[in-house]
């Protein structure tokens, strides 16, 4: 095996779990804004004025803060694998001289 592959394939997991975290953190995302958009529909939560910033964290339905914490969290894995692999490829690369 070459050591391209090898090197490829030390960046494997973090490949597969980045991409599973930001779907995930994606799919919680929108799930959230969907939550609330019914929420609003319904008159159990206030619209915002047009100019406003949004609806504050208290103002959500229990539904939609436990997706938008979910996808925060998601997020954020996403984020950390990045750089984790980014490291790993910074340290492989020295050690393998490239």
């Known amino acids: 095996m070459s ?3 090898e090197v490829w394939l030390l960046f494997a997991p973090f490949w597969i779990l980045g991409m ?3 779907i995930g953190g994606l799919w919680h995302m929108v799930y959230a804004w969907l939550v609330t958009h019914r929420a609003q529909a319904a008159g159990h939560v206030r619209k ?3 100019f406003s910033s949004g ?8 539904q ?3 997706h938008l ?3 925060f ?3 954020g894995a ?17 050690l393998l001289g490239r």
């Open 73 to 75: 969290l998601w997020l």
């Open 3 to 5: 050591t391209d592959i």
């Open 48 to 50: 915002p004025a047009a």
């Open 64 to 66: 939609g803060r436990r």
């Open 69 to 71: 914490k979910r996808g």
């Open 55 to 62: 609806l504050r964290w208290h103002e959500l339905t229990d």
């Open 78 to 94: 996403f984020f950390a694998l990045t750089l984790l692999g980014i490291g790993v490829g910074a340290a492989v690369g020295l």
């Open 20 to 22: 599973a975290a930001l």
